[in-house]
């Protein structure tokens, strides 16, 4: 199943098991209003997408977003949308709660992480 997400920011680091990895917050776009379908600009749905930096779709994604340091990545300007979609077939899905957020917050871990 494909969802369509906006990047709100990326990072990369080096994670225990899986190595050198690019995580994404995103939110989904979802129906905001009557037949309108929109992102939510608060943490109230965001999620993470995790990836190997060396990945197609992570160099893509990361190529369309502006630096803000060594290893951190956000949308080139403020108002501006980076869309992608992922195929959550594609990925483990787990929930972890998140004191930055207050609530479980859904990790999907590429498939080819493991």
Same mark, same amino acid.
């Given at each position: !199943?494909?969802?369509? +997400? ?7 680091? %080096? ?5 050198? &990895? /690019? $995580? ?16 939510? !600009?608060?943490?109230? +749905? ?7 930096? %060396? ?5 893509? &994604? /990361? $190529? ?51």
């Amino acid at each position: !199943m494909t969802n369509t +997400y906006m990047v709100k920011l990326a990072w990369q680091n %080096n994670h225990a098991r899986f190595g050198k &990895i /690019i $995580s994404f917050v995103v939110s989904p776009k979802r129906n905001t209003y009557a037949n309108v379908y929109g992102y939510d !600009m608060s943490k109230k +749905y965001d999620e993470v997408f995790c990836l190997p930096a %060396n990945s197609p779709q992570a160099l893509s &994604i /990361i $190529s369309r977003l502006s630096g803000v340091g060594g290893s951190k990545w956000m949308p080139p300007t403020y108002g501006d949308i980076v869309e992608i979609e992922f195929d959550l077939d594609d990925f483990y899905e787990e929930y972890c709660y998140q004191d930055t957020y207050e609530r479980e917050v859904a990790f999907h871990t590429h498939l080819s992480c493991f």
